[in-house]
Nanobody
Framework: QVKLVESGGGFVQPGGSLGLSCVAS????????MNWYRQAPSQQRELIAS???????YYEDSVKGRFIIWRENAKKTVYLQMHSLKAEDTATYYC?????????WGQGTQVTVSS
């Protein structure tokens, strides 16, 4: 069974930094893009960052220049380092792998940015 487990969420003041990690199990994750989504209350889940099997990275415009995504295939782990956090970054953050059989989601981790 493929499973994704996120960790690292929490509370941070505006302008602060926070790091997330996501560990995959039950799969060799190296060929797949590993993705970070987020969902704020009453909003749709949105893709904010992705790292391909070739380690190429994609960032949604609102996080570009502030967030960094990378992966360690040996650890089946994808990371998201977030800097210069803003109140509008407050959301539940989800790790995702898009497999042929369908998407796999982690349970989510809450990030709250507030003074």
């Amino acid at each position: 069974q493929v499973k994704l487990v996120e960790s690292g969420g929490g509370f941070v003041q505006p302008g602060g930094s926070l790091g997330l990690s996501c560990v995959a199990s039950g799969i060799d994750s190296s060929p797949y893009a590993m993705n970070w989504y987020r969902q704020a209350p009453s909003q749709q889940r949105e893709l904010i960052a992705s790292v391909g099997g070739d380690e190429s990275a994609y960032y949604e415009d609102s996080v570009k220049g502030r967030f960094i995504i990378w992966r360690e295939n040996a650890k089946k782990t994808v990371y998201l380092q977030m800097h210069s956090l803003k109140a509008e970054d407050t959301a539940t953050y989800y790790c995702n792998i898009q497999m042929d059989a369908g998407p796999v989601w982690g349970q989510g981790t809450q990030v709250t940015v507030s003074s």
